[in-house]
Nanobody
Framework: QVQLVESGGGLVQPGGSLRLSCAAS????????VAWYRQGPGKQRELVAA???????NYADSVKGRFTTSRDNAKNTMYLQMNSLKLEDTGLYYC?????????WGKGLLVTVSS
């Protein structure tokens, strides 16, 4: 059974930083595409960042230069480092991976950027 467990969300002031973690079990993240999505208040879920099996990454234009996704294969964990946070980064953040043709999601982490 594949499980993704996220941690690291919370309240941060504009300009601050947070690092989200997503620990996986039941699947090997090193051979999967991994991604982070978010859903802001009143908005649709959107792709924030993704990493291929080769390690190449792509980011939403709104977070380029501020967010970085990475993967620790030894810990089977993926990360989203978020810097220079803005009010509009507020939302629920989800990690995602595809394994054996199926998509799996974490339960979601609340990130609130507020002064």
């Amino acid at each position: 059974q594949v499980q993704l467990v996220e941690s690291g969300g919370g309240l941060v002031q504009p300009g601050g930083s947070l690092r989200l973690s997503c620990a996986a079990s039941g699947t090997d993240l090193s051979i999967n595409v991994v991604a982070w999505y978010r859903q802001g208040p009143g908005k649709q879920r959107e792709l924030v960042a993704a990493m291929s099996t080769s390690g190449s990454t792509n980011y939403a234009d709104s977070v380029k230069g501020r967010f970085t996704t990475s993967r620790d294969n030894a810990k089977n964990t993926m990360y989203l480092q978020m810097n220079s946070l803005k009010l509009e980064d507020t939302g629920l953040y989800y990690c995602n991976t595809r394994s054996n043709g199926m998509y799996y999601w974490g339960k979601g982490l609340l990130v609130t950027v507020s002064s």
